[in-house]
């Protein structure tokens, strides 16, 4: 029988606004985040040059990593999701509870990684005298790592079952934070020591054990586990059970980590073209990151309202729902993509005054106003796969659009001819086949036929 405690939109308009309304929240969550970091390389940037750029491949490595540690806990998405619409709150705790379990257990193999930071950045090739910063900056960052874990499940566990606004406000507090932190604990302000590389690492830290307490007290304090938490359980051990978020999760895993790789791979590529295709790669990617946000907003939302329709037992409305957010997520992002090319002298102009990065970086934005349009239907694509907890058919075809075509293409077209434009028409081309294949997917084997 259907479940009817979730909000069940009469008609595509209704539904729309559903969608924008657990959406537009965690768009703001996600940027903010990104602000953070944003802050990291500015301020980094204002103690020293070698700070800056020891930070900045740092921080590649790390997200690198611990993304994929991350796509494995987003394993419980669709089960908190599904048992929420459902009307299953005690089965959307014990996915959370394992969840926790699996955030301690994969804190272990990433710290390890990490503790290696600096012979990493001399095993790549990087500058010598920038291998002792980054390993003060990963040894200072390592004590974070279950933080930044445990904050993933806590936001899954809210967002799971439509409770969306939390999670942006303790982001906005966290910015606050970070700012202060890295100020005193970089340059010595504030009575503190003058910390430099280890001092941002630390505040950091200082900053994600911030947001997970006050985030646990938020959710104390006004009583959103009530119905979905009814304490801790041995069943949250259970093997079998762990093994099922690691068969949903470790796909996603692979997911965002080839998209992330792909594109450190493109900026290795651009790099080789010299420095003014490097610099000029990377503002333009920047702006693309921060985009991108929009789009993985409207994912995430995308990811719970179809996974609650799927648990009430409304697969026609999942279907729905799912092709109304892709349609979005490309809406989304035509706004990106015409800001892309009306601004794409200014967009630059906020990163350098160089004359010549300003020019390629201008002739690049128009192509990656195309790529954006794409970007927005792979991400909300992937989001609905989320929700119907089918995870693998993402991965592949992110591994069929990155890394058969798109690298193999920008190698061709881009770097034999030397070409930054045709690194990034080969880098649309490929995010091109992946949403085509998501919307084909999607459309023939999306919630209605997972229902059938």
Not at 312 to 341: D, E, K, N, W
Request: proline fraction near 4%.
């Amino acid at each position: 029988m259907a479940s009817t405690h979730i909000f069940i939109a009469r008609d595509g308009r209704q539904e729309a606004g559903r969608l924008m309304q657990l959406s537009l929240p965690i768009v703001g969550a996600q940027l903010a985040t990104m602000m953070m970091g944003f802050v990291d390389t500015v301020m980094l940037g204002r103690y020293s040059t070698d700070a800056m750029a020891a930070a900045v491949t740092a921080n590649a490595i790390v997200f690198s990593t611990i993304i994929f540690a991350n796509g494995i806990l987003w394993g419980i998405d669709p089960l908190i999701a599904q048992s929420h619409g459902a009307g299953q709150g005690d089965r959307a705790g014990l996915a959370a509870q394992r969840g926790v379990v699996l955030a301690l257990l994969l804190s272990i193999p990433v710290a390890g990684f990490w503790m290696f930071m600096g012979d990493i950045f001399l095993w790549t090739g990087q500058a010598p005298e920038l291998a002792p910063l980054a390993q003060d900056y990963a040894n200072a960052v390592i004590p974070s790592i279950p933080f930044f874990l445990l904050l993933s499940v806590q936001r899954s566990f809210l967002q799971g079952r439509e409770i969306v606004r939390p999670a942006l406000y303790i982001t906005l507090m966290a910015n606050v934070i970070n700012v202060f932190a890295n100020y005193g604990l970089i340059f010595g302000n504030f009575g503190l020591p003058e910390l430099g590389m280890f001092g941002a690492g630390l505040a950091t830290t200082t900053t994600r054990v911030f947001s997970v307490v006050v985030l646990m007290a938020w959710i104390v304090g006004f009583r959103l586990h009530v119905g979905a938490w009814s304490g801790w359980s041995r069943e949250a051990i259970d093997l079998g059970s762990l093994r099922k978020i690691l068969a949903i999760g470790f796909p996603i895993a692979i997911q965002t980590s080839t998209e992330m790789w792909a594109f450190n791979a493109a900026t290795l590529l651009a790099g080789t073209l010299g420095a003014l295709s490097a610099a000029s790669h990377g503002v333009v990617l920047s702006l693309a990151s921060i985009s991108f946000m929009a789009a993985l907003g409207v994912a995430i939302g995308t990811t719970t309202r179809v996974g609650n329709l799927i648990g009430a037992g409304y697969p026609t409305h999942a279907q729905r729902a799912a092709q109304i957010a892709m349609g979005m997520g490309a809406g989304v992002m035509t706004i990106s993509a015409l800001g892309f090319v009306v601004f794409r002298f200014g967009l630059p102009r906020l990163y350098t005054p160089d004359i010549e990065v300003i020019a390629l970086a201008a002739s690049i934005l128009p192509i990656a106003a195309a790529f954006q349009i794409f970007d927005g239907i792979q991400a909300v694509g992937c989001g609905v796969l989320r929700g119907m907890g089918q995870t693998r058919p993402a991965a592949v075809f992110n591994l069929i659009g990155y890394w058969i075509l798109g690298l193999p293409l920008g190698y061709f077209f881009g770097i034999r001819q030397g070409s930054l434009a045709g690194l990034w028409w080969s880098l649309a081309f490929g995010l091109a086949v992946v949403a085509l294949l998501l919307v084909y997917w999607v459309r023939h084997h999306g919630p209605e036929a997972q229902a059938r």
